[in-house]
């Protein structure tokens, strides 16, 4: 139990156009999740905290009406990278948490790359 | 702040040896402490985890036990695959927070 799926795995896309990452739990309800970013051979960055229903919270530093993210069910929360640059260009992990845990679980990660 | 610090890599062994991954963190309480593995382009698999003082996770032949008195969990195997070869993070939520603390992540490369 406890799997984080992500869509897509891999995009490329022109600059100034949007992507839109989605990541789903399959077999859990997922009261918060998380996206993070990850550049190469670092560890994970925090982006924002998205629960259920509500505004997500972003981290000091990241541009909300850049990364808007959109946490609509339990089982899905969306990442949308607005006008994308290729300094956008990185690696994008969703982790979700069941309600009353602690517990992240992690999907298997979105690269993008902007030309 | 609360934080993770485990040992830089990369780490390089045999086929079969003995591995150790040093983790201590800092935090206040009994925070939640996880291991972490990341194989080549993919996203991160929970390892193990530990809950509380003296808790040993274990999963696919990995160990680590939750030691308060040296605020540390260090990650063992007794006999490590080539197929281990990844790259293994630390990790704790503090008692009174949802954010995760990462470490800067161990670099494993096991030659057959």
């Known amino acids: 139990g406890a799997v984080v799926s992500q869509h897509p795995s891999w995009v490329i896309c022109k600059s100034g156009t949007s992507v839109k990452i989605e990541c789903r739990s399959l077999d859990f309800q997922a009261t918060t999740m998380f996206w993070y970013r990850q550049f190469p051979k670092q560890s994970l960055m925090l982006m924002a905290t998205s629960n259920e229903g509500s505004k997500a919270t972003y981290e000091q530093g990241v541009e909300k009406d850049k990364f808007l993210i959109n946490h609509a069910s339990l089982t899905l929360s969306t990442l949308t990278v607005t006008s994308a640059h290729p300094e956008d260009s990185s690696f994008y992990i969703c982790?979700?948490?069941?309600?009353?845990?602690?517990?992240?679980?992690f999907g298997p990660g979105t690269r993008l790359l902007v030309l | 702040g609360d934080s993770v610090t485990q040992m830089e890599g990369p780490v390089t062994l045999s086929e079969e040896a003995f591995l150790t991954i040093n983790c201590t963190y800092t935090a206040t309480g009994y925070p939640s402490l996880f291991w972490y593995v990341q194989y080549p382009g993919e996203g991160l698999q929970l390892l193990l985890k530990?809950?509380?003082?003296?808790d040993k996770g274990s999963n696919k032949g990995f160990e680590a036990t939750y030691r308060k008195e040296t605020t540390s969990f260090h990650l063992e195997k007794g006999s490590v695959q080539v197929s281990d070869s990844a790259v293994y993070f630390c990790?704790?939520?503090?008692?009174?927070?949802?954010?995760?603390?990462f470490g800067k992540g161990t670099r494993l490369h096991i030659l057959p």
């Open positions: 990790a704790l939520i503090p008692n009174r927070d949802d954010k995760i603390i």
């Open positions: 982790s979700a948490r069941r309600g009353g845990g602690k517990t992240q679980y």
């Open positions: 530990a809950t509380k003082a003296d």
